[in-house]
């Protein structure tokens, strides 16, 4: 079955009916790379896939922008700086997005104000992620590399006691490859490691590893604008 | 955390009170390699997960042996002839593993006879490997690279209505590293895609692809003794 014959593709913008979302994309799967492309494809692909913590957590946080209030504006970091992300990095970004004090410098202790109610809840964040990864399990169609999940959600409708807007979507379709039978292990391992590190926000308690810590906070930017991530 | 200060080793005859176990060794996970493994290591591995069906599939068939009767008794596969196989060719011998009519003659029709009583049921390998996976989901201690599953059972006890005997069991554990807080979701994705390939058995007729069928059964070897794989 050729991908041409069932594939239509519709163009959305999702952040259309936004304000000031906050909105982070993330590449999902520890291998980014079409196991029929070629090998120079495959050599580069790999090389960042293991650069980054593709490889280590099976998803890489790829870019951000994150809203304060209307006086900080965004807070997005540099693409350079998310390159060099640790596990223990995306561990405190995935907080920091969900806070109150979320700003761009990392030694400040994320207070996840929000986490019940963007990433916990029926309709929240981890919700979505759960009902991905069902279809995920069972789907056997297309395999998604180097494809992302971009997670969002309004801080200020929050901060109001609204609906947050928490929202997941698929993006990213570039190399897409038809899954002959066979489900998207490496794209279902990956969300089910995204999946636990969302849990955990939402069950365990976190200590800031203050010591262990490898970031220059004057690689990041603040931003006050309202543009799309770079 | 060290490994050495948590892990106890216990050898096990996996197959002490078996007589004729039918056993098949499943090495899991679309890469054989641990992230700080060496260059050449790592080299070596991917090579070797691209020619085989890891990449593909998340996991590879590493061997297996299949019993059919006291005349015949069991059926082992060439490990080169193993290391050839195609995603139908993994599916043929994984109905094969449970057929009543499982022979070197790949152009034979699988009855899948045993296929309910042995991967099916309550204790059946697909409850077994279901645990696994939910263990899988949740554990972030260790990562399991170049780990196989065994899943084995008696058919002679099958045949007479008792108790299979079917068990699942994680061997190999020589790459073994600290999970440092993060799910394998290597092994995880490669064990989701398998226990679809089980699923698909109880639950979907089969079709042979006689025509695409790559097999070359001279390769094969059927073997009348009752030793361990080889």
């Known amino acids: 079955m050729d991908l041409a014959c069932v594939l239509t593709l519709f163009l959305q913008d999702l952040v259309s009916s936004c304000v000031n979302p906050s909105i982070m994309d993330i590449k999902i799967g520890a291998s980014t790379w079409p196991p029929q492309a070629s090998e120079d494809y495959i050599a580069k692909c790999l090389k960042k ?9 099976g998803f890489r946080i790829s870019g951000f922008q994150i809203y304060g209030n209307k006086e ?14 640790s596990t223990e990095d995306v561990r405190l970004v995935l907080r920091k997005f969900v806070s109150s004090n979320a700003s761009a410098d990392l030694d400040s202790d994320p207070d996840c104000a929000f986490a019940s109610v963007v990433y916990g809840g029926s309709s929240g964040i981890l919700a979505q992620l759960l009902e991905l990864k069902a279809w995920f399990e069972d789907q056997t169609i297309f395999h998604f590399y180097s494809c992302s999940v971009l997670v969002m959600y309004e801080k200020e409708l929050t901060v109001e006691g609204r609906s947050s ?48 810590c490898p970031h220059d906070t004057e690689k990041n930017r603040l931003c006050s604008d309202n543009s799309a991530m770079e």
Chains 1, 2 share one sequence.
């Open 165 to 212: 807007g928490a929202a997941v979507k698929l993006v990213d379709f570039a190399h897409v490859v038809e899954g002959v039978g066979v489900i998207d292990h490496n794209f279902l391992g990956g969300l089910c490691s995204l999946i636990k590190f969302i849990s955990e926000i939402l069950t365990t308690p976190y200590e800031y590893p203050a010591k262990t």
């Open 72 to 85: 900080s504006g965004f807070w997005k970091a540099d693409k350079q700086f998310i390159k060099s992300f």
């Open 49 to 57: 896939d293991r650069e980054g913590t593709s490889i280590q957590l």
